[in-house]
Nanobody, 123 residues
Framework: QVQLVESGGGLVQAGGSLRLSCAASGRTFNRYRMGWFRQAPGKEREFVAAIRSGGNTDYVDSVKGRFTISRDNAKNTVYLQMNSLKPEDTAIYYC?????????????????WGQGTQVTVSS
């Protein structure tokens, strides 16, 4: 069992930056692919970014060049650095963990989820 706790959300003006953090419990953090997802009001949850235990990353096209996902396996923490934020980035952001042994699309098959942190970007 893995528990995930997100932090770092808030209100920021367009063009600004935020850094989200997700702290994971347990001693097997490096056995999980970690992902960030978001859900805007009235929309379905969407994949944002993921990072494998070895550091390979994936991003949705809409955030490429603006967001960076990273992880610190010693601290059991994954980060999402968000720059050049836009009002359309406004959403609840969720951290998720997926066993590395799972195959399939990078946006699917996550085993554990955090409670989410609100990000609001004003225009």
């Amino acid at each position: 069992q893995v528990q995930l706790v997100e932090s770092g959300g808030g209100l920021v003006q367009a063009g600004g930056s935020l850094r989200l953090s997700c702290a994971a419990s347990g001693r097997t953090f490096n056995r999980y692919r970690m992902g960030w997802f978001r859900q805007a009001p009235g929309k379905e949850r969407e994949f944002v970014a993921a990072i494998r235990s070895g550091g390979n990353t994936d991003y949705v096209d809409s955030v490429k060049g603006r967001f960076t996902i990273s992880r610190d396996n010693a601290k059991n923490t994954v980060y999402l650095q968000m720059n050049s934020l836009k009002p359309e980035d406004t959403a609840i952001y969720y951290c998720a963990a997926r066993h590395e042994w799972r195959v399939g699309p990078v946006a699917d098959g996550y085993d554990y989820w955090g409670q989410g942190t609100q990000v609001t970007v004003s225009s």
